[in-house]
Each structure stands twice: as C-alpha cells, then as structure tokens.
T-cell receptor, first 114, second 116 residues
C-alpha cells in the first residue's frame, strides 16, 4: 500500500520567514495530494491540494509543488505569521471518479515566533 | 459544501463498555466512509473503509470484532468500539471521499474517546 514520509517533524521559524515541508510517497498510482492544517482536537482543514497533472499550484502565501518522477511534493508557506502555527499533514490518494483511501504523512509541528 | 456531522464530539466511558460513534452526511449521499484514529501527537491512521450495503474493509492490525462498522444507509456510517479499554482512548474521525472542496475529502468533526 501507499507510504507517505513527511519531514521535518518540527519546524520553527521567525515571523515573515518562509517554511517548507517535504513529503515523499511510494505508490505511483497516487494522483491526489492534499495538505491539511490541524489544530488541537479539530478536524484537518484543507489548505491546498494538487493533482498529478500539474507541477505547481499557488494560493496567496501557500504553494505546493509536485515531482511525479521523484514521487515527492512540498508545501511552501511564505511570509509566515504566528497564526500559521499548527500541525501540518501531507497526504496522498488515488483520485478521479472514485477516491481511494487517504494516507497521511507523520505531520509537522510548525511554530512561527513573533 | 458537503457536511459530515459526527457525534458525539466527546465521550467518556468505563472500561468494558461499548461506545457508538455516528457520522451522517447531511447534504449528500456517502457510499464510502473512511474511519481514522489519531493518538496524541501522531498522524491519522486509517482503521477501516465502510461501504454502504456491504461489509467494511479493515486495515491490517485492526480488530474487526472490536471495531464494528455499519453503513446501512447512504447517509449514516457508525463505528462501535466494543469492550473498550484505556488503550482505545483516542481521537476518532470519519471522512467521506470525493465530496469536499475541489472534490477532495470531507471530514467529520471528530470524537474524543476517553476510556476510564
């Protein structure tokens, strides 16, 4: 089955700096790669996703890049703010007309210092 | 957008008792529901996949007789933790595929189970 590895496990940055979180996946059939932000005791909140037919997607301060050949994808957050502090998870699944199970990475605790 | 209502949000039960967690799709029909478990400071781990009208598929290492899943209708999937023990204390969350923003996944709000 799919295996998703996420690094780093913790990331500490100063407000205004950029943060990068990286994930690798093992199943070449995976074609849907979402990123979630999760606050303690809450459901995961989708912040951005990308499908395997594109290499990059951007939404304001957040961007995701995908390298299908190397089977890795990354989350980039620019101009970080204290409210960006949370746990971030990458995930992978097979999408399309019938979505398969979502496999999550181990998570990254992001701390943005004012 | 699509909403999955999950109840209860928190439950405390005594060791040896059973607890039922419900996930209802409010404005769509969920033919499939994924059930995840998340221990403190860990990731979400898939426990099982429920499909309306058929038996659930369990991930390796998950006891099907302990975690009973029922998906009897297109709007309701339930997870029952039977004979709960303290090690079953966790955050349980359901997810319906293909229904969320950009046709991703819609998550329930989660259930914090504490077994004492």
């Amino acid at each position: 089955g799919e295996n998703v590895e996420q690094h780093p496990s913790t990331l500490s940055v100063q407000e205004g700096d950029s943060a990068v979180i990286k994930c690798t996946y093992s199943d070449s059939a995976s074609n849907y790669f979402p990123w979630y932000k999760q606050e303690l005791g809450k459901r995961p909140q989708l912040i951005i996703d990308i499908r395997s037919n594109v290499g990059e997607k951007k939404d304001q301060r957040i961007a995701v890049t995908l390298n299908k050949t190397a089977k890795h994808f990354s989350l980039h957050i620019t101009e970080t703010q204290p409210e960006d502090s949370a746990v971030y998870f990458c995930a992978a699944s097979t999408g399309g007309t019938s979505y398969g199970k979502l496999t999550f990475g181990q998570g990254t605790i992001l701390t943005v210092h004012p | 957008g699509a909403v999955v209502s999950q109840h209860p949000s928190r439950v405390i039960c005594k060791s040896g008792t059973s607890v039922k967690i419900e996930c209802r799709s409010l404005d769509f029909q969920a033919t499939t529901m994924f059930w995840y478990r998340q221990f403190p400071k860990q990731s979400l781990m898939l426990m099982a996949t429920s499909n309306e009208g058929s038996k659930a598929t369990y991930e390796q290492g998950v006891e099907k007789d302990k975690f009973l899943i029922n998906h009897a209708s297109l709007t309701l999937s339930t997870l029952t933790v039977t004979s709960a023990h303290p090690e079953d204390s966790s955050f349980y969350i359901c997810s319906a595929p293909g229904t969320g923003v950009s046709h991703g996944y819609t998550f329930g709000s989660g259930t914090r189970l504490t077994v004492v």
